[in-house]
C-alpha cells in the first residue's frame, strides 16, 4: 500500500498489477499466484484512455490482461469535482466504465509493480459468465462514453473496437435465445449488425456444428 500511496500526489488513479488464482488452487497458497500483466507491459507505466480501453478489448489471440480488473486507489476530490460514480445499472464492467470515463475526463493513471492484492478467479463469477442485460448495458456504456467525451481518434477506435467486441458476445445470445423460441426473424437480426459480427457469429457456429455433428 505504502507503494502506492507514494504516488497520490501526482496521480489521480494509482494502481498496480494484481495477482490472481484459481478458486480450486487457494489452498496452496502464494505458489498458485499469477500475475494478472506480468511481462506483458513495463512498469511503471502511466495508462491513456487509448492504452486502457485496447487491453479490454477481447481478443483470442492473447492472454487475457484487461486493465479493466485493476483495482486502483482512485482520489475523492476527481471523482467528486466531475461527478463520477460507478453506474448502478452495470452489472458488469462497472470499472472499465468508470475508470474509461475518467480518463476521457482527464484523469492521470499510473501503473505499477504488484504490490500484493491477489484476486481469486471464481468459475461462476460475472466475468466469465455474462447474461443478456449485462452485455446490453456494457455495450450501450460504451456508447455513453462516444457520446459525452472529447476523444483523440485512436481513443474513439479503441471505444469503437471494444464496443463491437462486447457486441458480437450479446448478439451470440440473442441468437441462442431465438433458436430456442424458433424466432426466424430474430435469429436474422442477429446478422445485421457490424461486419465483425457477422464473422464472429459464422465462427461461433462453424465450432457448434464441429463438436455436435462432426465429433459424432
Not at 55 to 82: C, H, Q, W, Y
Not at 127 to 152: A, F, I, K, P, W
Request: glycine share 6%.
Amino acid at each position: 500500500m505504502a507503494g502506492l500511496l507514494a504516488h497520490t500526489d501526482m496521480y489521480d488513479f494509482v494502481a498496480d498489477d494484481m495477482y490472481q488464482m484459481d478458486e480450486g488452487d487457494v489452498a496452496e497458497g502464494e505458489s498458485a499466484r499469477r500475475l494478472l500483466l506480468g511481462d506483458k507491459v513495463t512498469l511503471p507505466m502511466t495508462v491513456s484512455l487509448t492504452e486502457f480501453v485496447v487491453s479490454n478489448v477481447t481478443d483470442k489471440n492473447r492472454e487475457r490482461a484487461e486493465l479493466g480488473f485493476i483495482k486502483p486507489l482512485m482520489r475523492r476530490s476527481f471523482l467528486e469535482k466531475n461527478n463520477l460514480t460507478y453506474r448502478e445499472d452495470m452489472r458488469l464492467g462497472e470499472d472499465y466504465e468508470l475508470y474509461a470515463r475518467a480518463l476521457g475526463m482527464g484523469a492521470k493513471m499510473i501503473l505499477l509493480a504488484a504490490q500484493g492484492y491477489v484476486s481469486v478467479v471464481r468459475g461462476a463469477s460475472l466475468s466469465s459468465t455474462h447474461s443478456e442485460y449485462d452485455l446490453l448495458q456494457l455495450r450501450n456504456s460504451d456508447d455513453g462514453l462516444l457520446r459525452d467525451l472529447v476523444l483523440t481518434p485512436q481513443a474513439y477506435e479503441a471505444i469503437r473496437q471494444h464496443r463491437i467486441s462486447v457486441d458480437c458476445r450479446l448478439q451470440w445470445l440473442l441468437m441462442i435465445t431465438a433458436v430456442k423460441e424458433r424466432d426466424a426473424l430474430g435469429l436474422l437480426c442477429t446478422f445485421t449488425h457490424h461486419p465483425q459480427i457477422t464473422l464472429y457469429l459464422m465462427g461461433q457456429l462453424w465450432k457448434q456444428f464441429q463438436i455436435r455433428v462432426l465429433k459424432k
